[in-house]
T-cell receptor
C-alpha cells in the first residue's frame, strides 16, 4: 500500500534562518507531488506541484522553493524565513497523469517563525 | 481561473442535528472533478468523496450525502444526525487541467 511521510512534524525557527521540510512517498511510482500551506484559520494554498523529477511548478511567488531530487522525494526549502511563513505545511501525492485523482496527504509540518 | 467558495466559515450544531456545508465553484474546464476532504484536529486531511463533472447523481454514504448541481455550480455536503466525532474542518476542492484548488474550509463544531 502507498504511504506518505513528511518531517519534521513541528518546527520553531527564528526569522532569517533556513528551512528544509522533507516528504517521501512509498508504494507508488512517478506520483504527482504537491506542497500546500494552511495559514492559521485559513484554507489550503497550493505552493508547488511536480509531475516528475526536476519538474517544479510554482503557484505563488515567495521566498520558498521546492525540489524533487528523486522520484518519490519532495523538499520544501527557504534560505531565509519570514514571519509570514508560519503555518501548517502539507505534502500530498496523486496518481500520475492528471489532477483527476484524489490527493493523499502527509501528516503535516507545523512551522512557527519567531 | 478556477475558484472554490465555501461561504460558511464556521457552523455550530447540537448532536443529532442535520447540517449542510455549502460549496460553490467556478471553472472554464468542461471536464473537472470535485472533492470533499475532512481535516480533524490531528491536521491530516482525509479524502471523503470525488465527483466528476459528467456525473450529477447524488450520493449517499451512511450519514453523509452529497448534492452536485451543475446548473448552480454547487457541490453541497450534508451530514445527517451529526455526531461529536464529525467536528472538523471540511474542505471542498476542484481539480481541472492543471491543479487542485481548495476552498477556505468550513469549521464544523458538533456539541453534545
Amino acid at each position: 500500500s502507498q504511504t506518505i511521510h513528511q518531517w519534521p512534524a513541528t518546527l520553531v525557527q527564528p526569522v532569517g534562518s533556513p528551512l528544509s521540510l522533507e516528504c517521501t512517498v512509498e508504494g507508488t511510482s512517478n506520483p504527482n507531488l504537491y506542497w500546500y500551506r494552511q495559514a492559521a484559520g485559513r484554507g489550503l494554498q497550493l505552493l508547488f506541484y511536480s509531475v516528475g523529477i526536476g519538474q517544479i511548478s510554482s503557484e505563488v511567488p515567495q521566498n520558498l522553493s521546492a525540489s524533487r531530487p528523486q522520484d518519490r522525494q519532495f523538499i520544501l526549502s527557504s534560505k531565509k524565513l519570514l514571519l509570514s511563513d508560519s503555518g501548517f505545511y502539507l505534502c500530498a501525492w496523486s496518481g500520475q497523469g492528471s489532477y483527476t485523482g484524489e490527493l493523499f496527504f502527509g501528516e503535516g509540518s507545523r512551522l512557527t517563525v519567531l | 481561473a478556477q475558484k472554490v467558495t465555501q461561504a460558511q466559515t464556521e457552523i455550530s450544531v447540537v448532536e443529532k442535528e442535520d447540517v449542510t456545508l455549502d460549496c460553490v465553484y467556478e471553472t472554464r474546464d468542461t471536464t473537472y472533478y470535485l472533492f470533499w476532504y475532512k481535516q480533524p484536529p490531528s491536521g491530516e486531511l482525509v479524502f471523503l468523496i470525488r465527483r466528476n463533472s459528467f456525473d450529477e447523481q447524488n450520493e449517499i454514504s451512511g450519514r453523509y450525502s452529497w448534492n452536485f448541481q451543475k446548473s448552480t455550480s454547487s457541490f453541497n455536503f450534508t451530514i445527517t444526525a451529526s455526531q461529536v466525532v464529525d467536528s472538523a474542518v471540511y474542505f471542498c476542492a476542484l481539480s481541472g487541467n492543471n491543479d487542485m484548488r481548495f476552498g477556505a474550509g468550513t469549521r464544523l463544531t458538533v456539541k453534545p
